[in-house]
């Protein structure tokens, strides 16, 4: 019962949210900056989004190859951009993801090493994420009461991954108990082996910048759209934390804690709590318009197999040293796609 009520509990708490905002701030607040909406700013966020997608792809492909998945970089692009898409339409945020880890994994013999390799590339990305919010938040100029709910945040986030570590983990086993326990083991080794492995965690990091930046750079379109005039200096350590908080569960395609946290930081900053709404609104107008082209993937690609023989199977041996990729392998290799869904 908990189980089945927990994605209409995320989905009304995103609600939720965003009504407090609405009712708080007015409705005029939320729609401000789509009125000043222009050809010039859909057209950087279309870009934004080609250069961050293509980075993200590139850091999946890196992590998956190194998982030992064939994984080419063109396949890569149009499944991100698929996710994003679904990500942004759909409840919840990460069903996207949850499309293209299956749908890799299927198309290359082994769904379980398919979804470790988008763990560890989420992961990944948060990660850095995280680590780059927290010196943000350090240098805004917010009271201590806001900071200590900044970092709270940052906390909440990294326990939000975790979280999802534990729902894949027992999503990968039906039997529940000690195995969804060894499950998760064997998660959390993947995205040790594959995160921090030498030569996988330099272009990690180094993408998941560039990616970081592309986000910011969009923030900042967003902002001068809804008609801030504040200097880029003050607003990019809000922006930062405010793409933390949209990896919170209580969303609805990332909608809802973006929103709360820049109504509070611009609050926060004496920039206004109603501006902060409208650039966050804008935000996720301008992304949902930068993840359009996943919309034409969703229409025209089917899962087909890609560089594997008949059977979908990948060409590409085991890359990972240790017991993860031979536990993962071995678990996988001899089962047909169908049976480890």
């Known amino acids: ?41 859909v057209l950087v966020a279309l870009g934004l989004g080609v250069a961050t997608t293509v980075l993200c792809a590139w850091r999946w492909c890196l992590v998956a190859r190194h ?33 293209r880890a299956v749908g890799h994994g299927r198309r290359a013999g082994d769904v379980g090493r398919g979804v470790s390799a988008v763990v560890v590339e989420r992961t990944g990305g948060q990660l850095v994420l995280a680590a780059v919010a927290l010196p943000a938040l350090l240098v805004q100029p917010a009271p201590a009461s806001v900071l200590a709910a900044d970092l709270t ?36 080794s993947g995205v040790r082996a594959g995160l921090l492995a030498r030569e996988v965690w330099p272009g990690v990091l180094l993408l998941s910048l560039a990616a970081l930046a592309g986000h910011v750079t969009l923030f900042v379109v967003a902002a001068r759209t809804a008609g801030s005039a504040a200097p880029v200096s003050e607003l990019a350590p809000l922006f930062v934390p405010a793409l933390l908080a949209m990896a919170l569960p209580l969303n609805v395609g990332g909608w809802g804690p973006r929103e709360a946290f820049c109504a509070l930081a611009f609050g926060a900053a004496g920039l206004g709590a109603a501006q902060g709404l409208a650039v ?8 949902l318009l930068a993840s359009l082209p996943g919309a034409v993937v969703v229409l025209l690609r089917r899962d087909v197999t890609e560089g594997g023989d008949r059977h979908g199977r990948s060409p590409v041996r085991p890359a990972v040293g240790g017991r993860v990729a031979g536990r993962l392998h071995r678990r996988h290799q001899h089962r047909p796609a169908a049976a480890v869904q």
Request: proline share 3%; aromatic share 6%.
């Open 67 to 99: 998982l030992g998945l064939a994984l080419p970089l063109g396949v890569a692009i149009g499944d991100y951009y698929r996710s994003l898409f679904l990500n942004a339409v759909l409840p919840g945020g990460v069903l996207g993801d949850a499309h």
């Open 153 to 188: 945040l940052v906390v909440l986030a990294l326990a939000a991954v975790v979280a999802v570590l534990v729902v894949l983990a027992r999503a990968r086993s039906r039997d529940g108990g000690v195995r969804w326990r060894r499950s998760l083991a064997d998660v959390l």
């Open 280 to 287: 966050a609104v804008t935000y996720g107008v301008l992304a």
């Open 1 to 41: 019962m908990t189980r089945r009520m927990w994605p209409w509990l995320r989905l009304l708490g995103g609600v939720a949210l965003l009504a407090g905002l609405g009712w708080r701030l007015g409705a005029d607040a939320a729609l401000a900056g789509l009125a000043r909406l222009d050809a010039v700013a």
